[in-house]
């Protein structure tokens, strides 16, 4: 499965106002229902937060992948977010979140959301890709990014 399938520029949030897990949540499921992809905001709100109750979704370099499967995402969705570093989420190498490719889909999709994080997780292992993610200014940098 293609990340660039699944992202397109409303998808992109660059917000430096964003310091909190919930802010994030916040932010990306507006987006997401002002556009149609969810139905319901509070609710996959909490299916992200049931997710996060598991294990945190923070990995390294200050990047996080919060996901969840709900009945609330209409189909597999990515949505980036580049915020300042964000105060109550970490990597597994302690270092505080500020990129997060978030994503979601629909509680019957099967394993569409492992096969997304399989991509995600081998293009993070890039350092070269994670610093053109970290460096980047516009939505257009990361739709570049994300087709190559």
């Not at 399938?5 to 909190?20: A, G, M, S």
């Not at 580049?82 to 394993?111: Q, R």
């Amino acid at each position: 499965m293609k990340i660039s399938n699944l992202i397109n520029e409303d998808r992109i949030i660059f917000d430096n106002r964003i310091q909190t897990k919930e802010l994030l949540f916040e932010k990306v499921a507006e987006v997401l229902v002002k556009e149609g992809s969810i139905t319901n905001t509070k609710k996959f709100i909490r299916d992200l937060y049931k997710r996060e109750e598991e294990t945190s979704t923070g990995i390294e370099a200050g990047f996080g992948i919060p996901h969840a499967k709900s009945k609330y995402v209409k189909e597999p969705l990515i949505v980036f977010v580049h915020s300042d570093i964000i105060n109550d989420y970490f990597g597994l190498d302690d270092s505080p979140i500020e990129c997060s490719f978030l994503i979601g889909v629909p509680k019957k999709a099967t394993d569409v959301h492992l096969q997304i994080l399989s991509e995600l997780s081998r293009k993070l292992m890039d350092e070269k890709f994670r610093e053109k993610l970290k460096n980047s200014k516009n939505k257009n940098e990361i739709i570049t990014i994300l087709s190559n």
